[in-house]
C-alpha cells in the first residue's frame, strides 16, 4: 500500500506547511491491503508530482484516496487484476 499523509498537528502558530513534491515508487507489490493508493494533504500545500510505476495490488479491499495532488503520473499499476489508469493534472 502507498501512503502518503500531510495532515499535522500544530502546536504553535506557525501553521505554515513544507511542500513534499517529488516522490517516485517502482516495482511495489502488495498481496493484501485497506487502500492500493492513499494520498492526502491540505490544499493549501498540495502533494507534487507523484509518480507510481510498476506496481501490483491484490486483494485491496477499498476505493483509492487521492486528495490534494498535483501531477500525479501512473504507469503499469495494476489493482486486483484491473489495470489502473489515472492522469490529472490537480485533484
Known sequence: MVIISLYLTFFSSDTSLEAVKNIFVENLTS???????????????????????????????????????????IESVVINGKEFTFKKDKL
Open 31 to 73: 498481496k493484501k491491503s485497506s487502500y492500493a493508493v492513499w494520498i492526502k494533504a491540505y490544499n493549501r500545500s498540495p502533494l507534487q508530482n507523484i509518480e507510481l510505476k510498476d506496481c501490483f495490488f491484490d486483494n485491496v479491499e477499498k476505493e483509492n484516496v487521492l486528495e490534494s495532488v498535483e501531477n500525479l503520473e
